[in-house]
């Protein structure tokens, strides 16, 4: 009876049967959209003020590094790596607070140009309350500009968020 009575609650809440994931990520279309982003970009943040972003694809082909730095005279300088795990696109965000969060692309629409990530877990993480980056998303504009949101979380909500509006430079 608890069965029936589950299948038909789902079925009327459009819930996805006993954990089934929802759509797949096109985890290789949303590489070549990061693969594209090769070059130099700037923007003005208001947390960090001029930022600087470098990509480039690495690795035969494999990986996008990203590297990303802040004028603010402060060394907020960090590195994110992006690739393909099979028919996942994962990031890991070698972080200025000392830990490595791993996020996997869990959203990505090519027709608007977003692509969202989620947390997956992390190195060097003291605890699962110390503040980490969470979340990831950008918005590909068009191929000179696009746009940021990486989320930071501590004692299990977000504490701040980091948003930027990139332009290439040319």
């Known amino acids: 009876m608890r069965y029936k009575t589950l299948l038909v609650l789902g079925m009327c809440f459009g819930w996805t049967a006993f954990g089934a994931e929802s759509a797949r990520v096109d985890a290789p279309a949303a590489f070549a959209r990061l693969k594209g982003l090769a070059g130099e970009w700037q923007a003005r943040s208001p947390q960090m003020g001029s930022v600087r972003l470098r990509y480039e694809v690495v690795s035969g082909g494999s990986a996008v590094l990203e590297q990303f730095s802040a004028d603010s005279g402060n060394d907020h300088s960090m590195v994110t790596v992006y690739h393909l795990d099979g028919d996942r696109l994962i990031l890991t ?78």
């Open 93 to 170: 965000h070698y972080c200025m607070a000392k830990n490595q969060p791993r996020m996997e692309a869990k959203r990505f629409d090519p027709a608007g140009g977003n692509l969202e990530f989620e947390f997956v877990d992390a190195t060097n993480l003291s605890g699962p309350n110390a503040g980490h980056m969470h979340t990831a998303a950008f918005r590909f504009v068009d191929g000179d500009h696009f746009d940021s949101r990486w989320q930071f979380f501590e004692e299990g909500k977000a504490k701040f968020t980091e948003e930027a509006k990139y332009s290439r430079v040319k």
